[in-house]
């Protein structure tokens, strides 16, 4: 187990780098999954491994650090019901400011995961604008390279696309035959117009003016408030003027000091 000292050196390390708070509960997972980077490092103390990556945070090894302590537990078409307010009012409300349909939809799934969101974002807008080439652009990032890597193969158990209406799955995945069977694949119409990139929110953000929509659902509950504040007021500077900002059904922004306007429970505008 790791020692208090070394664990509050992991967690300031974290705090910094990636806006995550550790509570102390979080000692013995940390410790588990810390464990596993040693092994693969060959390693047989924390205090060499907290040297080893505090030695190049631009190296490989922290990369692994970073995907190790991150919590990345999402579904398909999780909390339904910010889908369905996407179909009946947030898109019919954002129609005019897309210039007739010559300007795509931009939409940006914050802490995507491993896929599970932005391909659930892609279906609804692909249903909504029944197909129309170049209608949206989906934006999906995550400070996890693992959990990228898996959002962009595309390949999902067949458990992991129950909560997927059957008729969604039938025209957006291919299933999965031989040595895959059990598996199916998101189709490239799905794919093609989601850019998955590598980005952490605590970074100064090259975007202005420029979301219709951002996602960020179930990441901020890992933020402390002066994080989480910071983190909305740069999600407010990256919408444009009316563009939503939609957060997970356990978080709250009301607390904090921002300038959107709330619309419903977890959905706001600029
Ligand atoms: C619990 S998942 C949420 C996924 C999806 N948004 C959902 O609601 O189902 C939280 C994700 O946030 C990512 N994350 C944590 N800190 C981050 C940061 N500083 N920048 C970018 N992504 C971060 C994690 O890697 C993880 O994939």
Redesign the pocket.
């Known amino acids: 187990m790791l020692d208090d000292a070394l664990f509050n050196k992991f967690r300031r390390l974290i705090h910094q780098t990636?806006?995550?708070s550790l509570s102390e509960e979080k000692k013995e997972l940390l410790t588990a999954r810390l464990s596993k980077r040693l092994r693969a490092c060959g390693l047989s103390s924390f205090a060499d491994y907290y040297r080893l990556i505090t030695s190049d945070q631009a190296g490989e090894e922290f990369t692994h650090f970073l995907n190790s302590i991150?919590?990345?537990?999402?579904?398909f078409f999780?909390e339904q019901a910010h889908f369905s307010a996407l179909t009946d009012r947030l898109l019919p409300s954002l129609d005019p400011l897309l210039a007739g349909g010559r300007r795509p939809l931009c939409v940006w799934?914050a802490?995507?995961?491993s896929g599970?969101?932005p391909y659930t974002l892609a279906m609804v807008l692909n249903e909504y604008y029944q197909g129309r080439k170049g209608a949206f652009q989906i934006l999906a990032?995550?400070?996890?390279t693992r959990?990228l890597d898996i959002a962009r193969r595309g390949v999902y158990a067949k458990e992991q696309v129950a909560t997927v209406p059957q008729a969604y799955l039938k025209r957006y995945f291919m299933r999965g035959v031989g040595r895959s069977a059990g598996y199916v694949k998101v189709k490239p119409i799905l794919q093609e117009n989601i850019r998955f990139q590598r980005?952490?929110?605590?970074d100064r953000f090259p975007w202005r003016d420029e979301m219709h929509i951002i996602?960020c659902?179930?990441?901020m509950i890992?933020f402390d408030r002066s994080t989480q504040e910071k983190l909305v007021n740069k999600f407010y500077d990256c919408l444009v003027q009316n563009g939503y900002l939609v957060i997970?059904h356990s978080e709250s922004i009301s607390s904090l000091d921002h300038r959107f306007r709330p619309v419903e429970a977890t959905i706001f505008r600029k």
């Not at 991150?70 to 579904?75: E, Q």
């Not at 990032?141 to 996890?144: A, F």
């Open positions: 990636t806006g995550i991150s919590t990345n537990y999402t579904s999780r799934s802490a995507c995961s599970e969101e990032t995550d400070i996890s959990v980005f952490n929110l605590m996602f659902r179930n990441v890992y997970g």
